[in-house]
């Protein structure tokens, strides 16, 4: 049986009394679907008191329900790092940030990085591999990256996909490529087609085998298209 669909929300503060901030406005949300929260570590501005960030998150937020993601430039994030210098960082803060799901940038080429997370996570720690494609991408291609990143991933493990959507054809191919890789691949899928026309694949995703959508806010949101949070609540359809 499928699990009921999630509802994301990242906090993207730069700093202790925005992340209070936006805590205050989440505590305020009366949802009607399960919340993830998705902690994005590239907006903070000062990493020596990224524990006391923390300590402040874990006053509200569980454990089991909280994301944490390190967003590169190239990825469509705030943080211009290296491939190494990303890894290097994650690979530091995840014995020290206790998490559900680290979000993790795939690449074809990082079996040593993904063993050594693994060694470092034990067996209680789960993972988020993401791709994020900023040109948009066909059926053929969206769907091959989800078969490549599944034999990263272990079962239990989400493979996420986010791609850039010009027009309603490229949502299609997001969708198609999720409801195909939702009948081939063990792992729960994340898909969206980011944009103002991949929006409505944040509402008809569970439709296709994607089982977390991410909703905005703040006024602007962690990615293009997001819908605001309780909207989205209201009416995404699974
Ligand atoms: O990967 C994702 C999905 C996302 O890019 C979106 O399009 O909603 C938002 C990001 O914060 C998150 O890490």
Request: positive net charge; aromatic residues 8%.
């Given at each position: ?111 040593e990085f993904s063993q050594q ?122």
């Amino acid at each position: 049986m499928r699990n009921p669909s999630k509802i994301a929300v990242s906090l993207t503060a730069t700093n202790s009394s925005e992340l209070s901030q936006q805590l205050a406005k989440l505590a305020q949300a009366q949802l009607r679907h399960p919340l993830l929260v998705e902690w994005r570590l590239d907006y903070w501005q000062n990493w020596s008191n990224l524990l006391r960030g923390y300590q402040l998150l874990r006053q509200q937020i569980l454990p089991q329900q909280l994301i944490i993601t390190l967003r590169t430039k190239v990825a469509g994030g705030q943080l211009n790092l290296t491939t190494t210098a990303y890894q290097e960082r994650l690979l530091q803060w995840l014995p020290q940030l206790s998490a559900a799901y680290w979000d993790v940038q795939w690449l074809p080429t990082m079996t040593e990085f993904s063993q050594q997370l693994r060694q470092l996570a034990g067996n209680r720690q789960r993972f988020i591999w993401s791709c994020h494609g900023l040109v948009a991408k066909s059926y053929l291609q969206n769907l091959t990256i989800l078969r490549k990143m599944a034999t990263t991933a272990a079962p239990t493990d989400y493979l996420k996909l986010a791609v850039v959507s010009r027009n309603n054809a490229d949502t299609l191919a997001l969708l198609t490529a999720t409801w195909q890789a939702y009948h081939e691949l063990s792992q729960p899928l994340i898909t969206m087609a980011m944009g103002a026309s991949g929006q409505s694949s944040r509402i008809i995703g569970p439709l296709f085998g994607s089982q977390v959508s991410f909703g905005a806010l703040t006024a602007t949101g962690s990615a293009p298209g997001q819908l605001p949070l309780h909207q989205l609540d209201q009416i995404l359809l699974d």
